[in-house]
């Protein structure tokens, strides 16, 4: 569950940077940048740079005690490959429509898995890739019951 949670978290940074990143002000940018591409990080501006790193420097300030996890989140998220960064960001997306009930279940289900030896849970997804989606959903409505 940590794992999920962990992920979440970071991902929940990510998005609070996303504004910033997505249309700086005129200001802080160098002369009509509309229809050019910004430059790399090394070619903004101290200002730029700044604005863009605002957001995750206010959560740093304000969570002294979540450092640490934060700096292993983000230095994970650098050693992952494309595809698992892409994997995960599905993940959190699937996790943010899920209603409620669904993240409860999904939190029993995570909890469950834990205790699972190692090669429990390797039958339990070969298990899973051998179910239809009805199967699967039936199963996850039972809260990942046998």
């Known amino acids: ?12 940074l990510l998005p609070c940077s996303a504004p910033a990143l997505a249309a700086p002000p005129a200001s802080a940018t160098a002369p009509s940048t509309q229809g050019s591409p910004m430059p790399p990080w090394d070619r903004l501006t101290p200002e730029q740079q700044a604005l863009l790193l605002a957001p ?7 969570n002294p005690q979540q450092r640490a996890r934060m700096y292993q989140h983000a230095k994970r998220w650098h050693e992952m490959a494309p595809e698992q960064r892409a994997r995960a960001y599905r993940g959190v997306q699937r996790w943010r429509e899920m209603d409620p009930g669904q993240r409860e279940r999904a939190r029993a289900l995570f909890d469950r898995m834990r205790e699972m030896t190692p090669e429990q849970r390797k039958a339990m997804r070969e298990r899973w890739k051998t179910m239809t989606p009805e199967q699967k959903r039936e199963w996850m409505q039972q809260d990942g019951k046998p």
């Open 1 to 12: 569950m940590r794992h999920a949670i962990y992920l979440a978290v970071l991902f929940i």
């Open 56 to 62: 995750i420097r206010e959560r740093w300030d304000d």
